[in-house]
């Protein structure tokens, strides 16, 4: 961040200089990961729940779980009807004037049937439409906390490079106030002409780092406006503290109930599918008027039943199918337990080595912003020449992007241990 205000106003370059140095350093180390991540003018205060909240109703797949909800009600309402499907109506009407025949027999026939459930058909298919819709709902569930992991990659990755740009602005600073010194000192025979060449080059190295940092801040910005609609960095803190995950904890996983889900519906469709082994039957009235000319004909009426046989020809390839969805199921239930524990496990050890971390980066920078001050006064007395005030700063502002990484990684990691233990920050 550049100073803000009047800077030693005509006052001594070195400073000027030193005010710089600090300015860039001290908030780098002592500023909260979320302060430095914010910096950009257009940014919008948001924490990370509040981010999370409105990429989700941003996201367009949320609309499909909500549909498939939908479905599984109607579903579910079809399961409690009084018929399968809906009733039918058949007629035929018959005479022999087309032939030519003389004899005038005449048959006008009226037939309506309609579905019956077979035994059990009914209670299994609201059973089936109850667990897609419970499904549907732990699916929804399961990708809102996928959502919290890529928006935590990606905030991440915007709170780094925003403040390696920051870093690099006032790395930049640093560089031409350093510069402008060496160009006096030079003018006035107290500095060599080497040494200003080699301030002037550092500033032009400054504007190159300043560049790129731009690029890659402008870069994770898009990617950040593509599921919050802005750029905004959120802050990377979360009200839920990281817990020890346990068997209770992961039975509330939403991405182990979703695949439990899934187990169940594949069960429900097995035992829907055993139990639709035939063709529902079906049950009807007739009306049948016969007629001839002169005949005492008259009009009758019936009762139609129909009742199909069971074939392994049909029900064998269709159990089979049912048979090997929940086998996938049960695979993938699985599956997803032990990516649980092994995501956790990764997740925990990248807590402890960002704890460790911080605390090494944030003492490195400091000592290093100290040497800085050390020695460009040594410059200023004629002990050392101003590479070696090229090179301090270097390392001062190398360190101290390394300390503010290095937060950014722990608040980072704080929430990922959160998301790997299944919960929504």
């Given at each position: ?40 003018p ?14 989700w109703?941003?996201?367009?797949q ?5 549909a ?43 037939q ?74 030079f ?16 500033v ?15 870069g ?25 995950l ?48 002169g ?39 699985e599956?997803a ?14 807590l ?61 990691a ?12």
């Amino acid at each position: 961040m550049v100073l803000r205000g009047r800077v030693a106003d005509g006052g001594d370059p070195a400073r000027k200089r030193r005010l710089i140095v600090a300015a860039a350093i001290v908030p780098a180390l002592l500023a909260p990961p979320h302060a430095r991540a914010q910096q950009r003018p257009r940014a919008v205060p948001m924490t990370f729940h509040q981010a999370l909240a409105l990429a989700w109703d941003r996201l367009p797949q949320r609309r499909t779980y909500v549909a498939q909800q939908e479905v599984a009600a109607a579903q579910n309402l079809e399961g409690s009807a009084l018929f399968p499907d809906a009733p039918s109506v058949s007629s035929m009407y018959v005479n022999d004037n087309m032939l030519g025949s003389a004899e005038d027999y005449i048959t006008t026939q009226v037939q309506v049937t309609t579905p019956l459930w077979l035994p059990g058909e009914g209670t299994a298919t609201q059973k089936l439409a109850q667990a897609r819709g419970a499904a549907a709902s732990a699916a929804g569930e399961a990708a809102h906390l996928s959502l919290a992991l890529q928006l935590l990659n990606l905030s991440a990755r915007a709170a780094l490079d925003a403040a390696a740009r920051d870093i690099a602005q006032r790395r930049l600073a640093t560089s031409q106030a350093l510069a402008t010194d060496a160009r006096n000192r030079f003018h006035t025979g107290e500095g060599a002409e080497a040494d200003m060449l080699a301030a002037d080059a550092d500033v032009g190295w400054a504007r190159v780092n300043v560049s790129d940092a731009e690029a890659r801040l402008a870069g994770s910005l898009a990617s950040l406006a593509a599921l919050l609609g802005g750029e905004t960095i959120p802050r990377l803190v979360s009200p839920v503290r990281p817990a020890a995950l346990g068997p209770e904890g992961m039975a509330h996983d939403p991405r182990l109930a979703a695949a439990q889900r899934a187990v169940e519906v594949a069960q429900a469709n097995l035992r829907l599918v055993r139990l639709q082994d035939r063709n529902d039957p079906e049950i009807g009235v007739v009306g049948i008027n016969e007629k001839q000319y002169g005949a005492p004909w008259d009009t009758r009426f019936g009762v139609v039943l129909r009742f199909s046989f069971a074939s392994e020809a049909r029900n064998a390839p269709r159990r089979a199918a049912a048979e090997e969805q929940l086998t996938q199921a049960e695979a993938r239930l699985e599956e997803a337990r032990r990516r649980i524990v092994a995501q956790y496990r990764q997740a925990n050890a990248t807590l402890i080595s960002a704890e460790r971390g911080a605390a090494v980066a944030v003492r490195a920078a400091r000592e290093l912003a100290q040497r800085q001050d050390m020695v460009e006064r040594s410059w200023k007395q004629g002990e050392m020449p101003l590479i070696e005030v090229v090179r301090a700063n270097a390392s001062a502002f190398d360190a101290a992007f390394s300390a503010a990484r290095s937060r950014t990684l722990l608040e980072a990691a704080r929430l990922e241990v959160v998301i790997a233990q299944g919960v929504i920050p």
